[in-house]
């Protein structure tokens, strides 16, 4: 039976949240500019500490990655990348500060993204 639904776009965006919780598990302090978090301060003087939760997020990132390579053809784990990005981005507009409360618009894109592929997929 053929699909109506390219098995490619799962796979690309399945690599692209890999590589991103890949990128913040070995440096954990570069993560907070790409998340939109400031650096927390703490023992380690002015340049602030990486939080042990950055591991958390290299880690569910590749867990979402994981989730759209395994799974594309169930059809609803877009639903829960649209949910964790919009979460994600309104830590980052309540915890940020104002001068990085502009990158939540990007977890919330993202979000919006994936809320539109879930209600593609799921009209036909």
Known sequence: MATLFSPVPAPVLGTGCIGRGAMAIP???NEYGHVGLPLESGAAG???VASPLMYFKGIR?????????????LGNEEAVLSLARVGDGLDVWLHGGEALRWKSLGH???GAGFAG???????Y
């Open 108 to 110: 919330w894109i993202t």
């Open 61 to 73: 990132e590749i867990t979402f990655g994981l989730t759209l390579v395994a799974l594309q053809r």
């Open 117 to 123: 592929w879930v209600v593609w997929r799921w009209s």
């Open 27 to 29: 440096s954990p302090r």
């Open 46 to 48: 002015a340049g602030g």
